[in-house]
């Protein structure tokens, strides 16, 4: 009997740490949210053909989007952020939803794709960092911590346009 003991404890221990604790401390729940961030520019035009950023300046309520699809290939969640005055975006993915913990986790089913920048001097997209073909997730190990709230913060970019044309003096 001894022999059952023995074999079924180490299953009931990767049951346990396969399912995850669910016990929760407290009376209230701490909410777990997915956060991208990252910077979005104008590339100059010396660096014109490059992925170099050098000289390039930060453009505010310029756009990118947060596409992710599920393990079928289909839109779980679709999101467009703006920058702020120093080209910056934290994009809070509310709602984010992972049908399977694995194959649905952000670092493999997210990517960012630029979509606009309100200049008109620097609106071309380029694909530094892969701004055009949509850019993976980076796992940085940056979190941040409240009151019954923790933020799991993934980093992309930087991600430029550029402008339509870059004339030599």
């Avoid at 009997?1 to 401390?25: K, N, T």
């Avoid at 014109?48 to 309520?61: H, M, R």
């Avoid at 910056?88 to 984010?96: G, I, M, P, S, V």
Wanted: with cysteine; aromatic share 14%; hydrophobic share 35%.
């Amino acid at each position: 009997m001894s022999w059952c003991f023995r074999f079924s404890s180490p299953i009931l221990f990767l049951v346990w740490a396969v399912e995850g604790d669910d016990a929760s401390y407290g009376d209230a729940e701490e909410k777990v949210e997915v956060v991208v961030e990252g910077v979005v520019s104008c590339q100059s035009c010396e660096a014109y053909g490059t992925w170099s950023l050098a000289d390039s300046k930060p453009i505010s309520n310029a756009k990118v989007s947060v596409i992710c699809k599920n393990h079928k290939d289909n839109i779980s969640y679709y999101k467009v952020f703006p920058t702020d005055e120093s080209g910056y975006f934290y994009a809070q993915l509310n709602e984010f939803k992972m049908d399977n913990n694995i194959l649905d986790h952000p670092l493999h089913s997210c990517r960012v794709h630029l979509v606009s920048s309100p200049l008109p001097t620097c609106n071309h997209l380029t694909n530094i960092n892969y701004g055009i073909d949509g850019a993976p997730l980076r796992y940085n190990n940056k979190r941040l911590f409240g009151e019954n709230y923790e933020a799991v913060i993934y980093s992309v970019g930087p991600f430029a346009f550029r402008p339509a044309q870059c004339y030599k003096n």
